[in-house]
């Protein structure tokens, strides 16, 4: 991503939070009773029921931030699927490793690094 594409992004992030901010300010003032939802709607350029419609989104997700939950780190959701193809990955990594291994085996004894270790030494070098 160029460098312009990323200030772009971020400035446009930046300015979303801007108006996040901006709404929630105009949506407590009228619930407060500073303003009317009439007022508020005008002050963010939108009809009353746009502004009813963030109004309840925002109640809705603030009593969801400020349920109780447990402390520490949320559990980790266990995908299933994915969880039966980790098991059989290893399973096949470990078979292939016994494959590897034998056939490791099978070519020491092939090319003879086994072969001749239960003759019996020529002790007949050296003797008169």
Not at 64 to 79: C, H, I, K, T
Not at 100 to 108: D, H, S
Request: charged share 40%.
């Amino acid at each position: 991503m160029e460098q312009r594409e990323r200030r772009y992004k971020r400035g446009w992030v930046d300015q979303n939070k801007k108006f996040a901010r901006q709404r929630a300010l105009v949506i407590l003032q009228v619930r407060s009773g500073a303003l009317t939802a009439r007022e508020g709607a005008k002050l963010l350029g939108v009809s009353r029921k746009t502004y009813y419609e963030w109004e309840e989104r925002s109640l809705k997700a603030m009593a969801l931030a400020l349920e109780n939950r447990p402390a520490g780190r949320p559990p980790v959701v266990v995908d299933e699927e994915k969880e039966t193809l980790r098991e059989r990955v290893q399973e096949l990594e470990k078979k292939l490793y016994n494959v590897e291994k034998t056939i490791g085996i099978k070519e020491m004894f092939a090319y003879g690094k086994f072969r001749d270790r239960g003759a019996k030494k020529n002790r007949s070098i050296g003797k008169r």
